[in-house]
């Protein structure tokens, strides 16, 4: 049996390929791109969960790009973005007042968590499971 080299890379595509422990096989050198780290909230990482479990191809593909942390990133910064820009336009429209809050801020709080609870659900459509 001949000795094959325990390394080569094809001329045509420019991938290397290691020789497996057994001496049988040639597997290629794939390593993901490095990526830039991100600070990623929560919304990103529904995202990231989201796509693993839902939409694996796109997944996959921003994950080999070496884009996946900066999609998440983004998702992450408008989600909460549009979550406060739209529960203060909300809570506006609503009539929602400094002066509820100083008399009962209890009313004013439920009010809040139920302008937030509803704009999370349209981020979650319009983002996060989109």
């Known amino acids: 049996m001949e000795d094959l080299p325990q390394h080569y890379t094809n001329e045509q595509t420019g991938i290397s390929y290691t020789l497996d422990e057994n001496g049988d096989y ?53 989600a909460n973005e549009h979550l406060w820009h739209t529960t203060q336009q909300m809570a506006k429209a609503e009539g929602l007042r400094e002066e509820l809050k100083n008399s009962d801020p209890l009313a004013w709080v439920g009010h809040m968590n139920n302008i937030r609870n509803r704009v999370e659900e349209m981020l979650l459509q319009d983002l996060i499971y989109d």
Request: aromatic share 12%.
């Open 26 to 78: 040639y597997l290629p050198d794939l390593v993901l791109p490095d990526e830039p780290e991100y600070d990623i909230g929560r919304f990103g990482l529904m995202r990231r969960h989201y796509l693993k479990n839902h939409n694996k191809v796109l997944f996959l593909n921003l994950l080999t790009s070496g884009k996946l942390n900066e999609h998440l990133y983004e998702i992450d910064q408008t």
